[in-house]
């Protein structure tokens, strides 16, 4: 399956604690982005990265919120201290370059007690 | 930033009739992609259509850029096309990558 992989597709945590959001793009494809869908809203873009740059982080809340995606291996959306309205559906994409078809995962459901 | 619209923003109908989805844009585009959002709540690519026309089996869509707006037809709908619709652009000035998604199309079709 080449096709972006996130995981993990569910994440329970409680608040205070960290969680971390792994990507994978598509094989071939150097541009990540990540979105966050809030129940019973539409999705929002927070962050676009290529490999080891941040391009674009207007979406990114001011704090506890950060993303990476390293020269080898997955790209990382991390969220300290989670608290009960980080719960949503964050979704990641790739493509191949700017302004070509956005490929997205199946997204991972966080939960926090 | 850009502005996306999406109308109607709820749609029920029988198994076998056709629809229309519409979606307006503030601003030129560089990218346009229609998604299907199933109950699983895996976001499924339709089209990727900046301008033009395109047809994949029972849907369609068209892009007029000029007059800033795309349409999503679904031609004799089954009941595995209930779901939301969502159409997103990447505006076409300085904010390359980021799509701005519309609020959806929630469409329920009854067998």
């Known amino acids: 399956n080449a096709g972006v992989m996130q995981n993990p597709r569910h994440l329970v945590r409680r608040r205070g604690q960290e969680a971390r959001l792994r990507c994978s793009p598509m094989k071939g494809h150097s541009h990540v982005y990540w979105y966050r869908q809030l129940p019973e809203e539409g999705l929002k873009f927070m962050v676009y990265l290529q490999k080891e740059n941040i391009i674009d982080e207007s979406g990114m809340p001011k704090e506890r919120f950060s993303a990476e995606f390293p020269k080898e291996g997955p790209s990382i959306l991390r969220i300290q201290q989670v608290v009960r309205g980080d719960s949503a559906a964050y979704f990641c994409?790739?493509?191949?370059?700017?302004?070509?078809?956005?490929?997205f995962g199946d997204g991972t459901r966080l939960s926090i007690l | 930033g850009i502005q996306v619209e999406q109308s109607p923003p709820d749609l029920i109908l029988q198994e076998g009739a056709n629809s229309t989805l519409r979606c307006n844009f503030s601003?030129?585009?560089?990218?346009l992609q229609w998604f299907h959002q199933n109950p699983w709540g895996q976001l499924i690519n339709l089209f990727y259509?900046?301008?033009g026309t395109k047809q994949n089996g029972r849907l369609s869509a068209t892009t007029v850029a000029t007059e800033r707006y795309s349409l999503l037809y679904i031609s004799s709908s089954q009941t595995t096309d209930s779901g939301v619709y969502f159409c997103?652009?990447?505006?076409?000035?300085?904010?390359?990558?980021?799509?701005?998604f519309g609020q959806g199309t929630i469409l329920t079709v009854h067998p």
């Open positions: 259509i900046p301008s």
């Open positions: 601003d030129s585009v560089n990218n």
């Open positions: 997103a652009v990447e505006d076409g000035g300085t904010s390359y990558g980021k799509l701005t």
């Open positions: 994409a790739s493509s191949g370059v700017e302004s070509q078809p956005q490929h």
